[in-house]
């Protein structure tokens, strides 16, 4: 079993920053794809960014430029720098690890931008 568990939601005002972490544990295997998505109310989840193991990523247009992920292997844990946020960056930020066909959620993190 994986658990994750995030940190780093809040309120801020547009155009500032946050950082968004998930700390993953339990049975973590080297070859694993982590993610960050985020939901609004009555819209599906999306994806916002995506780092494979080997440092490859993937992010959603309406971040590109403004948002990265990193990620720190020996602590199994994935970082989402948000900068220039706008208000309808305001979601519930959800991460997310994908290893041998398994997928696996965190509980989900709040942030709020206000305008």
């Known amino acids: 079993q994986v658990q994750l568990v995030e940190s780093g939601g809040g309120l801020v005002q547009a155009g500032g920053s946050l950082r968004l972490s998930c700390a993953a544990s339990g049975s973590i295997f080297s070859i694993n794809v982590m993610a960050w998505y985020r939901q609004t109310p009555g819209k599906q989840r999306e994806l916002v960014a995506l780092l494979t193991r080997t440092g490859s990523t993937n992010y959603a247009d309406s971040v590109r430029g403004r948002f990265a992920i990193s990620r720190d292997n020996a602590k199994n844990t994935v970082y989402l720098q948000m900068n220039s946020l706008k208000p309808e960056d305001t979601a519930v930020y959800y991460c997310?690890?994908?290893?041998?066909?398994?997928?696996?959620w965190g509980q989900g993190t709040r942030v709020t931008v206000s305008s």
């Open positions: 997310n690890l994908r290893q041998y066909g398994d997928v696996y």
